[in-house]
């Protein structure tokens, strides 16, 4: 598996689409939280991060796609997916490697948002005046929610050797299972099950742990997700046996 992750991330340094994807990732968030007056920190005049951690998830589902649409579907469309299978590797261990070098791609676009976090920090009154225990719950909830949509950018790529259908059906996936249920949820018609319909969404649980409040449940729906997709995209390869 780590001879997997180790080319699949070297593969995405070497692709201009890697820098492509953390350079819009973090001029979008920058112009978020210091540019746009609507949701502007400076403006606002409360330190916090909440304006990254709303946002975060929206550029994600797309960004998170863009990275994983290749994972698979390159293979694929260049002949070498029957070579990879025939390695000594299990399906799983294969799909995982290709998994964690989406999601620390997707983790290295984070790390310099750290730098916000010491900026608002610095512009508390008084000087520390932030909420750091719903920051750190936030990240960790980004981290969960980039992990689900690596899972299911992979899954993506794995049903088409065509990067951009598998792009545009891993955003579809994304946006279902972030939004998706919430929208649901609150058709007229739902009634008393749209509580239990929300808690399917992704968005329910990152709201849960954005308020600093680590919940095992939480990180069990999460887990559950990711373990989903990779059995999924399992499956897909396995078919090709057949």
């Not at 299990?90 to 290709?98: C, F, N, S, V, Y």
């Amino acid at each position: 598996m780590l001879s997997i992750l180790k080319k699949e991330f070297n593969g995405f340094l070497n692709s201009l689409i890697a820098y492509i994807v953390i350079a819009v990732f973090l001029i979008a968030i920058g112009m978020f939280m210091w540019v746009f007056p609507e949701s502007s920190v400076l403006e606002y005049g409360y330190a916090d991060m909440q304006t990254l951690f709303n946002m975060a998830p929206w550029l994600f589902l797309f960004l998170i796609p863009a990275i994983t649409m290749r994972t698979f579907a390159e293979e694929k469309r260049e002949g070498t997916i029957e070579l990879l299978l025939t390695k000594p590797l299990t399906d799983i261990q294969l799909i995982l490697g290709k998994f964690f070098a989406a999601l620390l791609l997707a983790l290295f676009a984070l790390l310099p948002t750290l730098l916000y976090y010491y900026t608002v920090y610095e512009l508390g009154a008084p000087q520390g005046n932030v909420d750091s225990a719903a920051v750190v719950g936030s990240y960790i909830g980004l981290i969960f929610l980039a992990g689900v949509f690596s899972a299911i950018g992979v899954f993506a790529s794995s049903i088409s050797d065509n990067q951009i259908i598998s792009f545009v059906i891993a955003v579809l996936l994304c946006y279902i299972v972030y939004a998706g249920f919430d929208l649901i949820a609150s058709i007229p018609g739902v009634g008393s099950y749209g509580y239990l319909i929300s808690q399917l969404g992704i968005s329910y649980h990152y709201s849960a742990i954005s308020k600093g409040l680590i919940d095992s449940r939480d990180l069990l729906y999460f887990i559950s997700v990711i373990a989903i997709m990779v059995l999924a995209t399992r499956l897909v390869l396995r078919s090709r046996k057949w």
